[in-house]
């Protein structure tokens, strides 16, 4: 694997839809989604200056985003509380003297990735479902991303035009369903869209469409016509994983996105991830799946964290983590509960995080 490739590199790549961001929309009132993508906080000191924070967060976040870089949009830092540097979004974003720290047993791959490589960028860990990375860039950089060190210039399935990935997804009659990833998939244009699942529908067996992307969440304006478009001429199954940490995320921006993409004839789940000072409270766990709710998402998956360099400071005791979903499970019904599961490489499936069984007795 070579080692510690950062986002920042793989968004001057030629696919990369912010390099054509400057010509798109012209003419139109309000600014598209590649406008605010290109738009979106790099700079930790303009960060910093935005939300009226200490001047000496500057220097640290300056030093950790050399090798990871700041990625923000600027919709979603409004959404952040102003003098706050605990506030549980900007916690999600702002690179801090922490991630430069070396750790033992957090590492460059900790979810084994490129040892289930199939073809180039193409993922298949799970029996009747592999994964396509379709892009190295995002809407934003999470500083507890298991994929930071991913080596996207060489793995990207678009550097071949997908043809690997297809020719390994025909081949395999096994494989019924299909998970777009990344980097976000969804930082692809449309028509890249519309070519690729025009690929995956020549294609007999596979039957559904996953798309894990946390745009609806960070950046709702990619929730437009013209991808609405796209997701009404898919005639796979559509399910669409997005990804919340915390109620606060979750604003009308972002529900007027969910109602768009359920009228396509989307399936709408959320995987989030524990994290210390985000979301490790059962207060903070049980907002966010009664806001998800409210927006017509289930909660899907409560990951424990991927050990990976550079997010040790978000790790959790699994002994808390298990608290917490104990807590999580008195206070709501089962629907509203996700599953505590952690990935671990080479296992057939997700694992599920459980303690000892406990048993009442009368």
């Known amino acids: ?149 991913f080596p996207y210039a060489e793995e990207s399935a678009l550097q071949q035009g997908w043809l690997g990935a297809i020719e390994h997804l025909r081949a395999d009659p096994t494989i019924g369903e299909v998970i777009l990833s990344g980097g976000d998939p969804w930082s692809l244009s449309d028509r890249r869209l519309k070519q690729l699942t025009d690929a995956l529908e020549a294609i007999p067996h596979i039957r559904r469409l996953r798309v894990h992307t946390r745009y609806p969440i960070v950046l709702p304006e990619r929730i437009d016509s013209g991808l609405l478009e796209w997701l009404h001429g898919v005639r796979l199954q559509k399910v669409v994983v997005m990804h919340a940490n915390h109620a606060r995320e979750i604003d009308p921006s972002v529900r007027q996105a969910c109602a768009q993409l359920s009228a396509a004839g989307v399936t709408l789940l959320n995987q989030s991830v524990l994290l210390k000072g985000v979301n490790d409270s059962v207060d903070a766990l049980a907002e966010l799946s009664e806001a998800l709710f409210e927006t017509h998402v289930l909660p899907y998956y409560l990951h424990v964290l991927d050990k990976v360099r550079g997010a040790a400071h978000f790790d959790l005791p699994e002994s808390r983590a298990l608290q917490l979903h104990r807590e999580l499970t008195a206070r709501l019904p089962g629907y509203l509960v996700p599953k505590l599961v952690r990935e671990v490489a080479g296992a057939p499936a997700k694992t599920a995080v459980v303690g000892p069984i406990e048993v009442s007795l009368e």
Request: charged share 20%; net charge neutral; proline share 7%.
């Open 1 to 149: 694997m070579i080692a510690a490739t950062s986002h920042a590199n793989q968004l001057n790549s030629q696919h990369d839809p912010i390099a054509f961001a400057s010509a798109a929309r012209k003419g139109s009132e309000e600014p598209g989604w590649q406008q605010l993508l290109a738009d979106a906080v790099s700079d930790p000191r303009e960060l910093c200056a935005l939300l009226e924070l200490d001047p000496a967060l500057v220097l640290p976040a300056l030093t950790a985003a050399r090798d990871f870089a700041l990625r923000v949009p600027r919709s979603y830092v409004a959404r952040m509380r102003k003098g706050d540097p605990h506030d549980p979004l900007l916690l999600q974003v702002l690179p801090v003297a922490a991630e430069t720290a070396v750790v033992d047993g957090f590492v460059t791959d900790p979810v084994g990735d490129m040892d289930r490589r199939a073809a180039q960028g193409l993922l298949h860990k799970y029996r009747g479902r592999a994964l396509l990375v379709a892009t190295g860039a995002c809407a934003v950089h999470c500083r507890y991303c298991f994929r930071r060190h």
